[in-house]
Each structure stands twice: as structure tokens, then as C-alpha cells.
């Protein structure tokens, strides 16, 4: 076995072990004093810590006297510090608290915070490359809601097409997964409708099961948040679709799903928003969920 080799093998052995004591049940701290006087295996040991997005749970502290330590370490703490104030804002505007009135949100940073906080479950494994995102952000102005509540709404479906994404590489081969790669789309754009037709569309997709409201300003156009959530995996059955956002219906082996993630986000975006969410699938095309809601 060459150097690099070694060395290679040592790196994810030794981020095995680390992780091992980093949960978020568990979060790690490590201090380390007078770090003027690390050495250059030390440093890349240390670089290794704080550069591994795996460790989400480790807080590398460091003191030093100043104009001792070696530039290197500065740059590695950097890096760590830079990653831990991403995942801090990605959880603070994920977990913001709602209160009992809509508030303008910036629904493209909630996209990007449920995003970051996913980041683990899209990064590459052994069994497959890393899922790609792609971000089609059109000129979405601020949209008036409960931001958290929606946050969960992206985290049910992001979370639901990275599973589907890893079922359909189960047959699949890592060269093959590369050759035909996992993606994600996510785009957003305004839409002016009158309710009417809002209305009308929406009963033609769901069969009549969502009760929109604005029901009585047929004549008034509006103007809607489109939100696409798709992916490229087997898709589903037409059977299957319609049975989406029933109460614990899964797809998912028993003990992986409950079956409430779409049911209560459908209740969040068509009751609390008075908004509309459909799924456009068939197998072998993937599944694209359309979420539609008002902009005031």
C-alpha cells in the first residue's frame, strides 16, 4: 500500500472514529491550548476535524498567543468556524417560531436552510455519488406565512425524494448511478390566477378533496408562490398518487415511515395557507410535488 493510499485510509478511518462520539445526543468539545507549538501532523490532523462536514456535533476551541501560531491552523479554524455559523443559521431559520400571524418570509432562504440542514443525507456514500440540487429561483417576492410551518413542508419533501432516490439506486450500480446521477430540482416562480381558476384546477387534481378558500372573489386575479420539489427516481404508480396525503399511508418498509409527513403537509399548506399541494408522477419519471399559495 502506497503513502497516499495510507494516508487515505487513515483519513476516513479516523472520521469513522470521530463520528462515533459525534451525535447530536452526544455533541463533542475538544480544547486544545498553546497551539503555537503544533506541528504539521497535528495541524493536518486538526484540519481533517473541523474540515469533515460530517462532524455537525464537534466544536474544535483553540488558544493560542498571537502572532505564534502557524497560518495554516488560522486558515483550518476558519474553515471550522465558517461551517458551524452556515449550519447555526440554517437551524435558526429552519426552526423559527410562528406566531399566530402570517409574517413576509423569504421563502428562498427557508428552501436554502432545509437544504444545509440535509446536507449529510445528499452528500456522497459509498454506495453512490452525491445527490445533485439544482435551484431554478425565479423573482419570488417576500410571501406572507407561517415560515416554520412551511420549513417542514420543504424538509417532508426533500427528505422524501432523497429516499426515493436512494430505492431507485438499489439495481444500480455506482458507475451507473454516475452515468444517469441523482437529482433534485427546485423552482419557484409567481403565477397570476384568478380564485376561480385556482380553485377549479386544484379540484381537477385532487378530485375535489382540498376546500380552497377565496372561493367568493372569483373575479379578482390573485397572485400565487409556485414551489417544485422534483426528482428523477422510479416515480409511482397512479394508484399509489392518490393516496398520498391520506393519514399513514407510506410507501416506506414498516419502521422506516409513518405515513404523516405528506398528511400534515397538506394540512399546513392548504389549511393554514389556504394554498394547494399536488403530485405530478408516473413510474419511471420520477415525482414532482407543486406547491401553490397565495402571496398575501
Not at 60 to 73: Q, S, T
Not at 184 to 210: L, P, R, W, Y
Request: proline share 4%; with cysteine.
Amino acid at each position: 500500500m502506497g503513502p497516499t493510499e495510507s494516508q487515505n485510509r487513515f483519513n476516513r478511518v479516523f472520521q469513522e472514529f470521530i463520528g462515533v462520539f459525534t451525535r447530536a445526543e452526544h455533541p463533542l468539545v475538544i480544547f486544545l491550548d498553546d497551539l503555537e507549538w503544533a506541528d504539521s501532523a497535528s495541524l493536518n490532523l486538526m484540519q481533517l476535524l473541523v474540515g469533515n462536514s460530517e462532524s455537525q456535533y464537534l466544536l474544535l476551541i483553540g488558544a493560542y498567543r498571537d502572532n505564534e501560531v502557524h497560518p495554516k491552523m488560522v486558515s483550518s479554524m476558519q474553515l471550522g468556524t465558517d461551517r458551524i455559523r452556515d449550519i447555526m443559521q440554517s437551524l435558526c431559520n429552519f426552526s423559527r417560531i410562528d406566531g399566530t400571524d402570517k409574517k413576509p418570509a423569504d421563502i428562498h432562504a427557508g428552501i436554502d436552510s432545509t437544504l444545509m440542514i440535509l446536507q449529510h443525507r445528499l452528500k456522497a456514500k459509498p454506495e453512490r455519488p452525491t445527490i445533485q440540487v439544482i435551484k431554478e429561483y425565479g423573482d419570488l417576492p417576500a410571501v406572507k406565512c407561517y415560515s416554520g410551518q412551511l420549513n417542514q413542508v420543504f424538509m417532508n419533501l426533500f427528505g422524501n425524494a432523497i429516499d426515493a432516490l436512494d430505492e431507485s439506486n438499489c439495481d444500480r450500480t455506482y458507475a451507473e448511478i454516475e452515468q444517469h446521477p441523482n437529482i433534485i430540482t427546485v423552482c419557484t416562480e409567481v403565477k397570476e390566477s384568478s380564485a376561480a381558476d385556482f380553485v377549479a384546477d386544484v379540484a381537477d387534481v385532487m378530485g375535489n378533496k382540498q376546500e380552497m378558500k377565496g372561493e367568493g372573489r372569483s373575479g379578482e386575479t390573485e397572485s400565487f408562490a409556485v414551489i417544485r420539489i422534483q426528482d428523477n427516481g422510479r416515480g409511482m404508480t397512479e394508484a399509489t398518487r392518490c393516496k398520498l396525503f391520506d393519514s399513514f399511508f407510506t410507501t416506506k418498509p414498516e419502521g422506516k415511515g409513518t405515513g404523516l409527513g405528506l398528511s400534515i403537509s397538506y394540512q399546513i399548506v392548504v389549511e393554514k395557507h389556504g394554498g394547494a399541494i399536488e403530485c405530478i408522477s408516473e413510474p419511471g419519471k420520477g415525482a414532482e410535488f407543486v406547491i401553490t399559495i397565495p402571496l398575501n
